[in-house]
Structure formats: structure tokens, C-alpha cells
């Protein structure tokens, strides 16, 4: 039952249009670095649970400042990255990006590896939301079970069945967003989520 009690708090917690799962999804449209994207969000995901799990959250909540300076850092990536996903939807029609296999490395819409490594661990950890859900509140939760190493783990697995299951069960999607019109309203969609994202970590100041 402990388990379960964390795999269910964990689903729940990371289940949520956020701006690390638009991305993932993205990346999963594209069918580009998908493994190495579910690999750093399950990755940095076990970790902070871990972290949290072992009383981090409590040290993180005695020093709030830590929290207001990811926060502004966390706002200002977001801003740049929904307007970078704002000039992807204002593109001519004629830049399609393809769906049905991976970009060709060197391509227009390809990005590398490294790029693509550094936004995801940017959307991860500069994400103050992430410390309070994952680190804090999972983690207090946590002390609260006799087992609550059993309980880390249900989370853990939580977070690695939710984003391999968006990250790979994005292709499915793939015939509806064929034409370069839908990424456009998808690249659209993300700019607005990202740009969201941004002011609510501002007025929440």
C-alpha cells in the first residue's frame, strides 16, 4: 500500500500541462532525443524525490530566498523560450517540420543532442513549482509512512511511466499534426502555456 500510496501522489502531482511536459511532448512529436528527454525528466525527478524523501524540504523551506531566486530564473528561461515558440508558429508554411520520422540530423528542424539536453535540465530545474511539488510536499508526505523509502519508489515509478508514456506515446498523434498548419497551432499553444507559466511564477511573487 505504501507503494501505491506514492506511485498515486507521484501521477498525481506531475499529470499536469506544465511547461516541462509541453516539452517533452514536443520532442516526442518530433520523435527527436526521446529517450535522452525521458531519461533527464525520470532521472531529475528521482532525485529530487530522493532529496526530498532524505529532509531536503524541510531545509528549502527554512531558506525561502532559494525558492524566489528559481523563481525569477525559472520566469525569465519560460519568457524566452515561449517567444522562441511564438517565431516557430509565425513561420511560412513552407518550413515543415515532419512527423513521421526523426529530423535528419543537420536538417533545418533538427536540434542537437546537447541543445536539447540543456533546455529539458533548464525546464527541470529552474522550475520552482518542481522544489515545492516534488521535493517539499512529496517529501513530507513520505515521513509520514513507516516505509517511506517504499513510498519514494512508487513515486519514482510514477514518473518514469508518465513520461515515457508522453514521450512515446506522442507518435500516436502524429498523422493529426502531418501538415506544417497544426504545428503551427501547436507551437502556438506552447508559446501561450510557456508565456502563462512565466507571468504566474511573476505575480506569485
Known sequence: MTYLAGLGLGLSLIVAIGAQ????????????HVGLVVLICAASDAVLIAAGVAGLGAAIVAVPWLLTA?????????????????RRALRPAGERLETD???????PSASSARAVAATCLALTWLNPH???DTVVLLGT?????????LFAAGAVTGSILWFAGLGYGARLLSGVLARPGAWRVLDGAIALVMA???VSLIVAG
Not at 141 to 149: D, F, K, N, P
Open 21 to 32: 511536459n509541453v516539452f517533452v511532448l514536443r520532442q516526442g512529436l518530433r520523435r527527436e
Open 70 to 86: 528559481a523563481r525569477w530564473a525559472g520566469a525569465a528561461f519560460l519568457a524566452v523560450y515561449a517567444v522562441l515558440a511564438a
Open 101 to 107: 520520422d526523426a529530423p535528419r540530423a543537420g536538417g
Open 130 to 132: 518542481v522544489y515545492l
Open 141 to 149: 508526505v513520505a515521513a509520514t509512512h513507516e516505509a517511506r523509502w
Open 196 to 198: 502563462a507559466i512565466a
